[in-house]
């Protein structure tokens, strides 16, 4: 190939990534086309990387319940590592780290990855999420490892929304609302609970020393009808 050709060549690839450069830049930070993700802490100490470090919430500002730390830990080193704690200065909340197993620790394999949160992997939780961390502000996390010592940075606190909610902690169900009793009030006292008697009342009797009246016979009857 001539250098005129070469020339060219390079000329027009160099365009390419100009117009690709330009494209990623007037798409945004958070476009969904390039599939990147919410910026967030990231550090590295010797052969220990850090990255996508959050502290994520309750996914409404009012509920109780714990709070977690997802990260990505990455191991460069020719040793596997240990995450032997977590902690959170300023705070005397605890951080009860779990395997992806559920038992034993977590190890960062030489070499490998581990990802702190989000079902079936590996995870840290805050059980006094609420008191600890505000969302919207920052939270110092310690990373204590075996090998590498503690890697220190700033985490973003974010509520288990959006692209947060498979990774936050599990949402606490809120009490239910006390619903008014459906049980018919008791009747009034004093109501009457006799129906009356359709029976004709009787006769008085006669009061102790009168005299009862006479009842006519029938040859007193019969005579008196003659003499009329």
Known sequence: MSRSLRRGALAA?????????????????????LGVKPDNAATSVGTVKV??????TQPKPEAEG????????????????TLEAIELPGSNAPVKLTAAGGSGPITVPAGGSVLLGGKG???AVIEKGRETAKNGGAQEVVFKLSETGDVRLEAFVVPATSYFAGYGPEEVPQKPAEQPSSTPPA???GAPTASPSGSPAAPDAPAEGDEAPEVPSDSASASHGEDH
Not at 66 to 81: D, H, I, R, T
């Open 13 to 33: 690839t160099a365009i390419v990534f100009s117009i690709a450069s330009l494209s990623a830049c007037g798409a945004g930070n958070d476009a969904q086309t």
């Open 51 to 56: 990255q996508n470090a959050v502290v994520i």
């Open 66 to 81: 714990p709070a977690v730390v997802s990260a990505m830990l990455f191991n460069n080193g020719a040793k596997a590592e």
């Open 121 to 123: 992997n590996a995870s």
């Open 187 to 189: 009747p009034p006292s």
